[in-house]
T-cell receptor, first 113, second 111 residues
Framework: AQSVTQPDIHITVSEGASLELRCNYS??????LFWYVQSPGQGLQLLLK??????LVQGIKGFEAEFKRSQSSFNLRKPSVHWSDAAEYFC???????????FGQGTTLQVKP | NAGVTQTPKFQVLKTGQSMTLQCAQD?????MYWYRQDPGMGLRLIYY???????DKGEVPNGYNVSRLNKREFSLRLESAAPSQTSVYFC??????????FGPGTRLTVL
């Protein structure tokens, strides 16, 4: 069965520091992979997605993610975190047939000044 | 374009009351979804509709019903609300590449 694991429930980084949020998935075929961000009291916004091709994908707000098939991972990175990046981040995998997504439990990012 | 809209934004119900959450999208998407979000549990799929006229159960369908009224609208109904249904509910629609677009959410409290 498909599943998504985000091992870190909560991460705190200093403003200006680099960031990596981990995501591991379980899926039989090549997955569609997504990262969403949710600010407090808001809906989810797509940061980036991977369908095929180049395994390093660029997203909005300076985020990028790398698909590593051998490690079943799709980690999210940002070189320098801004205070406005404080939010909850969700990794998701899609099956391609039904359009359904399976979400990880989310990682809450706190940014220290 | 408004994207995905949801009404109401907030609702308080008493146990046993019923209500319908409304969702509409203007992106001409075939697929629509209802999720609930609870602390520490991510988003869990309640029901989805792959196309107009079809609906299917997701991970947590008990206590809910849905109606795909037309291509734009997908409603979620609680027939007899329970405190366990206190949650934030999100509607989403998706294009053919699985990218889902989310509404702003409905915060429901059942007393």
């Amino acid at each position: 069965a498909q599943s998504v694991t985000q091992p870190d429930i909560h991460i705190t980084v200093s403003e200006g520091a680099s960031l990596e949020l981990r995501c591991n998935y379980s899926y039989g075929a090549t997955p569609y992979l997504f990262w969403y961000v949710q600010s407090p009291g808001q809906g989810l916004q797509l940061l980036l997605k991977y369908f095929s091709g180049d395994t390093l994908v660029q997203g909005i707000k300076g985020f990028e993610a790398e698909f590593k098939r051998s490690q079943s991972s799709f980690n999210l990175r940002k070189p320098s975190v801004h205070w406005s990046d404080a939010a909850e981040y969700f990794c998701a995998v899609g099956s391609g047939n039904t359009g359904k997504l399976i979400f990880g439990q989310g990682t809450t990012l706190q940014v220290k000044p | 374009n408004a994207g995905v809209t949801q009404t109401p934004k907030f609702q308080v119900l008493k146990t046993g009351q019923s209500m319908t959450l409304q969702c509409a999208q203007d992106m001409n998407h075939n697929s629509m979804y209802w999720y609930r979000q609870d602390p520490g549990m991510g988003l869990r799929l309640i029901y989805y509709s792959a196309s107009e006229g079809t609906t299917d159960k997701g991970e947590v369908p008990n206590g809910y019903n849905v109606s795909r009224l037309n291509k734009r609208e997908f409603s979620l109904r609680l027939e007899s609300a329970a405190p366990s249904q206190t949650s934030v509910y999100f509607c989403a629609s998706s294009d053919q590449y699985n990218e889902q677009f989310f509404g702003p959410g409905t915060r429901l409290t059942v007393l």
